[in-house]
């Protein structure tokens, strides 16, 4: 069992930067994929990033490429998400997720635990 509890959100500004955590509690953080999602509401939860347990693999959803960075950090049991250039259509909830396993995938229901979400509010 993992649990996930992100923060780090709040209202930015377009063009600014945030920098979300997440902090898992449980057993071997170190062999679980993790990713980020975000979510606004009337749409399905959609894919962000998502980085392997050794940080030696990382995948993005095209529309973050080049401004968000995910990254973790297992002797802290934590996972980054460095979010810079933020445009008002990444207003969301972004939620964190882990899965067994090492392929770093995108689709939401290989995912088998997540955290609550935190908002994200990117004003233009």
């Known amino acids: 069992q993992v649990q996930l509890v992100e923060s780090g959100g709040g209202l930015v500004q377009a063009g600014g930067s945030l920098r979300l955590s997440c902090a898992a509690s449980?057993?071997?953080?170190?062999?679980?994929?993790m990713g980020w999602f975000r979510q606004v509401p009337g749409k399905e939860r959609e894919f962000v990033a998502a980085i392997s347990w050794s940080a030696g693999t990382t995948n993005y959803v095209d529309s973050v490429k080049g401004r968000f960075t995910i990254s973790r950090d297992n002797a802290k049991n934590t996972v980054y998400l460095q979010m810079n250039s933020l445009k008002p259509e990444d207003t969301a909830v972004y939620y964190c997720?882990?899965?067994?396993?090492?392929?770093?995938?995108?689709?939401?229901?290989?995912?088998?635990?997540w955290g609550q979400g935190t908002q994200v509010t990117v004003s233009s």
């Open positions: 449980g057993r071997a953080f170190g062999s679980y994929t």
């Open positions: 997720a882990a899965r067994r396993g090492t392929a770093t995938l995108s689709f939401r229901g290989t995912y088998d635990y």
